[in-house]
């Protein structure tokens, strides 16, 4: 089983990018696509991020064998009872969320009887919007597929071959084992960078603009991340609390016995602490899912969020 026409609802950075890689990667496969902003879709069309942009998106979905939705996970449901009555028979239904065990229950819910295949590609930008995306954002990044239990596994093959042939490399994973690993590396630092950021802007001894002139790296990396779409990520904090919320009381722990270390003078805790966690991001290098170049590449779309 191969796709051979994708329809992509929501055309935002990952819908826009998806929509600009399949023409780029994979030119045989027909594209479509719709947003429920009029002005994403106007510049959606402008910029060629699908063949095809329609006016509903039930009229997106028509023909379409493989389905992908790119909305905040939040806005899941509502998508998917959207695009209910253009669905053709034998198509399979798969998002781009970055929680899946709420999102599989939602689309399972308002989608009865059709094959729902939830995916998360990890990769992205702080950037949002028609004008974010490029087709370059999956290579060499991870594309997590959730299949439930009862899934085709002729479905799963091809929507893998699918991101695969986007450039990622492709795993599949258990959802709830899936949303405990991202809120760890991805929506813990989040909701860090957010609170830094916040604080930073409320001190009262401190003004906006020496925070902003004086800012050193780490400061300016935790900007770039809390730059990033605000109903995105309050969606996704939301429907991953669970585990957010037990790998928030995890740093909590380990934040307090950081406190003490400080307080006590311990270096040596401190030493060890910092070594660990260099060597960590020596093996995220190694492994492909960063850049040891000068601001980390990311002026070349290098960056995921």
Known sequence: MSFSRVAIVGLGLLGGSTGLAVREMLPGMATSGWDADPATRQRAAERGLVERVCETAAEAV??????????????MGEAARAILPGLAEGVTVSDVGSSKQTVARVLAEALPGIAVIPAHPVAGTERSGPDAGFASLFRNRW???????????????????????????????????HDLVLAVTSHLPHLIAYTIVGTADDLEGVTQSEVIKYSAGGFRDFTRIAASDPTMWRDVFLSNKDAVLEMLQRFSEDLTALQRAIRVGDGQALFEQFTRTRDIRRSIIEEGQDDARPDFGRSDHGGSA
């Open 62 to 75: 028509e023909g379409a064998d493989l389905v992908i939705l790119c909305v905040p996970v939040g806005a």
């Open 143 to 177: 594309c997590i597929v959730t299949p439930p239990a009862d899934a085709d596994p002729v479905r799963v093959a091809a929507l893998c071959a699918f991101w695969e042939g986007l450039g990622a490399k492709v795993e599949t994973m258990d959802a709830a084992h």
